[in-house]
Every structure is written in C-alpha cells, then in structure tokens.
C-alpha cells in the first residue's frame, strides 16, 4: 500500500483498543510502538496515528483534525455527531441500559414517584426520561455509575455488555435504550477530497475483508463423480464451488467459502452425500 495516501487515523482507548489493534493486524497493518504509546506507527506510509478516549475520537472526527477512526455508535449518537459510518465491525457489541436496585421497581417499571438518574450519557438519558413520561433529575457520572444506587441515585443509564457488573451491584435491567459496537467513521469533509476518500475506502477495503474473513471458512472435500452435483447443491458459497478434476479421473475436488456458524450442520450432510478427505481451514481475508 505505498501509494496510499496519509490519512489522520483515530484509534480508541480502553475496552475497544485491543480488538481494534487485531483488526489492523490482520488487515496487514500491526500497530508499532506498544500499548502505552498514544502516536503509535503501522505500516502505511505517512500515515498519523493517534489514541484517544472513544469521546474524543468522536470529537475530533467532527470537529476535522481526524480524517478517520474507530469509535462506538453510543458515543456517536451521544454527542450528536455528524459522521459518516463506513463500516460496522460488530466488534464490542453492547447494550445502554436503565438498570435499578429491585427495590425500586414497581411491577418492572421505574416508579413513578421523582427519581434520581446517573449516566455518563446526559443527551440520551435527558431523551429517554422525556421519552419514558419520568419525573426525574439527572446526575452526571464520571464512570463507575453502578455504584450511584441506591443512595445517590435511584436508577442509572449505563453500557452492559455481559450484564456481569450491573448484577453483582444488585441491579435490574428494566429498560433498553439501544445497542452499539464499534464502528469506523469519517469526517463528511475527508470524503469530499478525492485522494482521501480513495485512501479511506482501500482501509474500508481491508477491514471488511478481514471481518469477512472471520465469518467463514474454507472447506475442501473430494467426490466421486456421481456424487457431485448432490453435493455441490447444499454448498452455501459467495459465487459457485471451485471444482478441480481429480488425478486420473477418479472424482473432483471442490472447494467453497461456507458461513462458519453453519459449519457443524453442514459437515454431515456433506459425508451423508458422498464427500471425503474434508479439509477445513480458515482464510486470513476474502476479497469478493
């Protein structure tokens, strides 16, 4: 990629970083430099590289000093920032939540007496107590926001993702605002300059190979010729299956890319319809 040209690359800190970095890795572009360094190198030149806190990255992708970076849909949609999404990697999925100490409910529901509301999340959870009728008062967290009931706050609005941390501080989720992942976004303005954008999209290119990647797998299996077509016709492929005549003429050998989710159904059906010597292995990247 030496012709690429230098793009102003925002990756973010914390819970995403190292999902993030492995992403990078397996596109062919390692993050150099460490996990503590905040202006690390990869392999693209000229490139300018920074970590910063998710905010942030959403920040200074909107405000243009950032061409590009990775980022989580609550943040963005927090700070009401006018990006572009390139491309979802479904990496970090996570849910924002209304949890509260059980004590609270009323049959399941916030109640409906004032109530105090923590979050890190002001404009949304400002939306959603309008949205939800609440007679509420908003308390502004700075992290660790499970901690706030019950004594400082009556519910919370908060990020869970296994739902381990709001449990062990005795809270129940009785609401869901919306679900997020990281995601890759673009400054509009980086879109319009036309080397920029033929940059940006050879990342996008990239990436999405890699994710395309991990949601398959590569199978191989030889078939006697009478068997062929019973076989190829329950292959889920991204085209047709690669078919190679085997030595002698004695059966093929086919080749095809399958969903990897389907891969424990789709083993016996392929031996019950003749195929043997099954190989399977995972592809680094697939290109369509």
């Known amino acids: 990629m030496s012709s690429v040209e230098p793009l102003r690359l925002a990756l973010p800190k914390g819970r995403m970083q190292d999902k993030v970095f492995a992403l990078l890795a397996d596109a062919g572009l390692p993050v150099r430099g460490g996990g503590r360094a905040y202006r690390p190198q990869i392999g693209l030149p000229g490139a300018d590289l920074k970590i910063l ?8 992708l909107q405000a243009g000093s950032r061409d590009v970076g990775f980022a989580g849909a609550d943040w963005v949609g927090e700070l009401r920032a006018e990006l572009v999404e390139l491309l979802d990697t479904g990496l970090d999925p996570v849910r ?3 949890a509260a100490p059980a004590s609270v409910l009323e049959d399941g529901r916030p109640p409906t007496r004032p109530v ?13 107590i309008r949205a939800r009728g609440l007679r509420a008062r908003f308390v502004r967290s700075y992290g660790a926001t499970e901690v706030f009931p019950p ?3 009556d519910c919370i609005v908060d990020i869970a993702q296994s739902g381990d941390t709001l449990r062990a501080n005795n809270l129940v989720v009785f ?12 400054n509009p303005a980086a879109l319009k300059a036309p080397a920029t954008r033929a940059a940006i999209d050879r990342l996008v290119m990239l990436f999405r190979s890699v994710l395309e990647a991990r949601s398959r797998v590569m199978i191989e ?3 006697a010729p009478g068997d062929l077509e019973r076989l190829v016709s329950i292959l889920p492929c991204m085209r047709e299956p690669t078919v190679a005549a085997l030595h002698g003429g004695c059966g093929y050998a086919v080749k095809s890319a399958v969903p990897r989710d389907r891969l424990a159904m789709l083993i016996p059906e392929i ?3 003749g195929g043997t010597d099954l190989v399977v292995f995972a592809p680094a990247q697939i290109i369509p």
């Open 53 to 60: 806190k998710p905010q942030n990255v959403v920040e200074m």
């Open 96 to 98: 924002m939540v209304a």
């Open 116 to 128: 105090v509301v923590a979050s890190e999340y002001e404009t949304t959870s400002r939306e959603w």
């Open 151 to 153: 004594e400082d706050a």
């Open 175 to 186: 609401d869901e605002l919306l679900t997020s992942s990281t995601r890759l976004y673009a």
């Open 221 to 223: 299996v030889n078939v």
């Open 271 to 273: 031996k019950a319809r």
